[in-house]
């Protein structure tokens, strides 16, 4: 493909307009202490709104940032950071994330996730353009907690607080050699995950989940402070729990060592068969989860009573029953059709389940 001269002029500009993160071409570093707790109506100029889709939007509402984001788009505000060895702390009510970007393949963030009904506190390393997410310790979303990124000259720590004088480890993690030198832009609003690394330049992104699902959360007292210089490097003791975290789960370890992303058959042998198995089969987005459990009984919830079963014969007996072994697969290996077999003295048993 031949670029003129002129087209090569205008792509560059726009690549730069976009690193400002600024109105025109202003590449002041943010100025330290920085603390932004949302006081007034108006965004401040230093801070760019990203917002691509009509179904999103981001709104200061009683000292907050309001976000309110559908799955595919971008949905945050961005300013130029350039100064290196900062703590950057957030509170964070339901879901959100700050996140800092040395260029689109060397990135960090760190927030409040919702995968299940319970959230988590999650951190990501992007380095190189490969992204490894780790989920942490499960959080109750709308308590507002702290979350930080603290970058030293050797490491980067991910951190979470409820008062915002005791610190609790998340991870640590030696700085990549993509994170040299200061970042350029500092994120807040919604969470981009590893498979959605194009929220730089895309306004449309990569879907994980279902294509037009929201959520919404708040973020305040975003904060940037010089890192300490006794913590400037990465005590013995950081060390320490970061390889034994590294050892504590080989085989994931080894797993990730892949080309491309782990399957299912790659993770399932080195666990033993679940003792009490239960498969989804309901309507995406419908309002009830239809399972089937261990037994081939139909439920609504794993901690509820199931619903119903199916029972033979004359005097009838269940399907399915402690003492008889069921086997149970999906449709190919993975399709929400589930055939349950299972023999009852010399009669077998075969039972299909879809939504």
């Known amino acids: 493909m031949k670029v003129s001269i002129m087209q090569g002029v205008w792509m560059m500009s726009m690549f730069l307009f976009f690193l400002s993160g600024v109105n025109g071409d202003n590449r002041k570093s943010t100025p330290l202490p920085f603390h932004e707790s949302f006081q007034k109506d108006a965004l401040d100029p230093a801070w760019s709104r990203i917002v691509s889709s009509e179904g999103s939007s981001l709104e200061i509402k009683e000292g907050w940032l309001k976000i309110d984001a559908v799955e595919n788009s971008q949905d945050h505000i961005q300013r130029i950071l350039e100064v290196d060895n900062v703590t950057i702390s957030a509170k964070i009510k339901w879901v959100g994330s700050i996140h800092v970007v040395w260029d689109k393949n060397n990135w960090c963030s760190v927030g409040k996730i919702c995968p299940t009904p319970f959230g988590r506190f999650y951190s990501t390393i992007t380095s190189g353009g490969k992204s490894v997410e780790l989920d942490h310790r499960g959080c109750f979303v709308d308590f507002p907690h702290l979350v930080r990124i603290q970058l030293g000259k050797n490491c980067v720590r991910f951190e979470h607080s409820f008062d915002g004088k005791n610190w609790i480890f998340l991870r640590t ?20 995950s590893p498979e959605q690394s194009d929220f730089l330049t895309s306004k449309t992104l990569s879907i994980k989940g279902y294509p037009g699902s929201k959520y919404g959360g708040w ?5 940037i402070e010089k890192t300490p210089e006794n913590v400037w490097f990465m005590s013995e003791s950081e060390r320490k729990k970061m390889d034994l975290a590294a050892k ?74 402690e003492t008889s072994p069921i086997t149970r697969r999906l449709l190919e290996g993975w399709l929400p059709i589930l055939t349950l077999k299972t023999q009852h003295n010399d009669m077998e048993l075969e039972e299909t389940v879809f939504g």
């Not at 973020?219 to 904060?223: E, G, Q």
């Not at 491309?260 to 987005?285: C, I, L, Q, S, T």
């Open 173 to 192: 993690q030696e700085r990549p050699a993509g994170y040299r030198g200061a970042p350029q832009i500092l994120l807040a609003g919604k969470h981009y």
């Open 219 to 223: 973020i305040t007292d975003i904060k």
């Open 248 to 321: 504590s789960d080989p085989f994931g370890n080894e797993v990730l060592q892949g080309k491309g992303d782990p399957v299912f058959e790659e993770v399932a042998k080195y666990y033993p068969p679940m003792r009490y198995p239960r498969e989804v089969v309901g309507v995406p987005e419908h309002a009830l989860d239809i399972g089937v459990n261990y037994l081939g009984q139909l439920d609504v919830s794993p901690w509820e009573a199931p619903r119903g079963w199916f029972e033979i014969g004359e005097p009838s007996f269940p399907f399915g029953v």
